[in-house]
């Protein structure tokens, strides 16, 4: 949360956003994917001691999975953290349409890609704003009719930017 914020959002989409960030602080999701996070270098540093001489290409493998691994972990549960923040904010406000508006805003002028592939998701610590739209829409029973309209109208102001954006 930044001060930018509050020149971008007003009313009804800051409350979501304030509600999105309490929610982090509510269900104490810094110290949680820090004790993970803990957990997992632990995991790995154990299995690094008992693991044998391994051969050089299985080595190399190894190393590559031992720095690969915490960091999957990290970004899957920072992501499952946010949709979890998105719905406590969506149950504080109520507003599925206002929730949608709140976040398309902020990816837009942020210049954050609408939309990515699951291999490129892996490595974020936010879902795309598709994903979450589609999240919010079905937590805070939106119609499809308006998340189709929202995605169109997105989609539109984005190709003005010249900015990316998702599937229509």
């Known amino acids: 949360m930044t001060d930018v914020c509050i020149h971008w959002l007003h009313g009804a989409q800051l409350d979501f956003?304030?509600?999105?960030?309490?929610?982090?602080?509510q269900q104490?999701?810094?110290?949680r994917n820090l004790r993970i996070a803990g957990a997992v270098y632990a995991g790995i540093a154990a299995l690094t001691l008992a693991v044998p001489h391994l051969p050089f290409i299985w080595r190399v493998f190894f190393k590559f999975g031992v720095i690969l691994i915490p960091?999957?972990?990290?970004?899957?549960?920072s992501r499952r953290f946010e949709f979890a923040a998105d719905r406590t904010a969506l149950e504080f406000t109520g507003e599925g349409e206002?929730?949608?508006?709140?976040?398309?805003t902020l990816y837009f002028r942020s210049?954050?890609?609408?939309n990515?592939?699951?291999f490129d998701?892996?490595?974020?610590?936010h879902p795309s704003l598709w994903r979450r739209i589609d999240a919010i829409a079905r937590v805070g029973q939106v119609p499809i009719e308006c998340v189709t309209s929202f995605r169109k109208q997105f989609n539109e102001r984005a190709?003005?930017?010249n900015l990316p954006h998702g599937p229509e």
Not at 71 to 77: A, E, I
Not at 111 to 114: L, N, Q, R, S, T
Request: hydrophobic share 55%; proline share 2%; net charge negative.
């Open 71 to 77: 960091l999957l972990v990290f970004y899957s549960v």
């Open 121 to 125: 998701e892996m490595f974020m610590t």
């Open 159 to 161: 190709d003005d930017f």
């Open 116 to 118: 990515c592939n699951n």
């Open 111 to 114: 210049g954050v890609p609408a």
């Open 98 to 104: 206002i929730a949608i508006r709140a976040l398309a």
């Open 17 to 25: 956003v304030i509600g999105h960030e309490l929610a982090h602080i």
């Open 28 to 31: 104490k999701h810094g110290w």
